[in-house]
């Protein structure tokens, strides 16, 4: 039991240093400088080694950068958080999925631009696992909302998203900071609204 103990922590370090070397080439050399040789030398590995867990270096790339997400995903991931109102719980999710797109390097959004076209079905697997968590963390908020009697009904899907979607285009696609200010008029002026209107519609 120590022996696989301890293959079992080999394993989690060697996994980290590959993480750590490919996150550093990442960040200072780019994208088109990160190959299997490499990271297997720099990381004291070998390339049958990674081929064991990775495809190719794009899956590798995604998955070194998942790995570094801001440690504030766990507090998200327990969904045990309030602060008092719709509004209030809004922007801290707002703010920590800011956080998290602003970790990953820059790079890494060009990189899947261009990758997730070419690996349609990485592309609808990363897509999937983002949706699900998203839609997960924002009906939590809303069950708040709803037992505050902040809101009576659930908004559809696209409304529920679309904080996100926001968010993610703006940095991704318009690169641009998302400010404190920019997040507050996504909320205050697109995203409570819809929600607040379509909780206070009247059946007819």
């Known amino acids: 039991m120590n022996k696989n103990k301890q293959g079992r922590r080999r394993g989690d370090e060697l996994l980290e240093a590959i993480y750590e070397v490919t996150y550093q080439i990442l960040e200072t050399e780019g994208y088109k400088e990160i190959n299997f040789t490499r990271i297997a030398r720099e990381a004291k590995t070998s390339r049958s080694v990674l081929y064991r867990y990775w495809d190719t270096t794009f899956d590798l790339v995604f998955d070194t950068v998942h790995n570094k997400r801001k440690p504030n995903k766990i507090i998200m991931d327990k969904l045990d958080f309030d602060y008092g109102n719709l509004r209030s719980n809004l922007m801290f999710i707002g703010e920590d999925f800011i956080l998290t797109l602003e970790s990953f390097p820059k790079e890494f959004y060009r990189i899947m631009l261009s990758e997730m076209i070419q690996h349609q079905e990485r592309s609808k697997k990363i897509l999937l696992e983002a949706t699900t968590f998203h839609n997960k963390l ?67």
Do not use: C, G, H, M
Request: proline share 4%; aromatic share 10%; hydrophobic share 45%.
């Open 138 to 204: 924002i009906d939590y908020v809303l069950q708040l909302a709803i037992d505050q009697k902040e809101i009576t009904k659930w908004p559809p899907v696209e409304t529920k998203l679309s904080l996100f979607q926001l968010i993610r285009y703006a940095f991704i696609v318009e690169n641009e900071i998302v400010s404190k200010q920019k997040l507050e008029s996504i909320i205050d002026y697109v995203v409570l609204p819809a929600i607040l209107s379509f909780s206070q519609r009247r059946k007819t």
